[in-house]
């Protein structure tokens, strides 16, 4: 598994951390990252990202 942590510079809230589950045999994780508006209706931009362990 791959283990993110990350925080919003502009909000109040705690670091969060966030475990992805990999493909054993190809040690690969598929992260989704999204960007969203202010009141989190409308996805602004969004990233698939494919991690693969070395």
Same mark, same amino acid.
């Given at each position: 598994? =791959?283990? @993110?942590?990350? %925080?919003? +510079?502009? @909000? !109040?809230? !705690? +670091?969060?951390? %966030?475990?992805? !589950?990999?493909? +054993?045999? $190809?040690? /690969?994780? +598929? *992260?989704? #990252?999204?960007? %969203?508006?202010?009141?989190?209706?409308?996805? =602004?931009a969004?990233? #698939? $990202?494919? *991690?693969? /362990? =070395?």
């Amino acid at each position: 598994s =791959l283990v @993110l942590t990350g %925080y919003n +510079e502009e @909000l !109040p809230v !705690p +670091e969060q951390e %966030y475990i992805i !589950p990999s493909d +054993e045999e $190809l040690n /690969i994780a +598929e *992260v989704i #990252v999204r960007c %969203y508006d202010a009141d989190k209706t409308n996805t =602004l931009a969004m990233w #698939v $990202l494919r *991690v693969r /362990i =070395l």
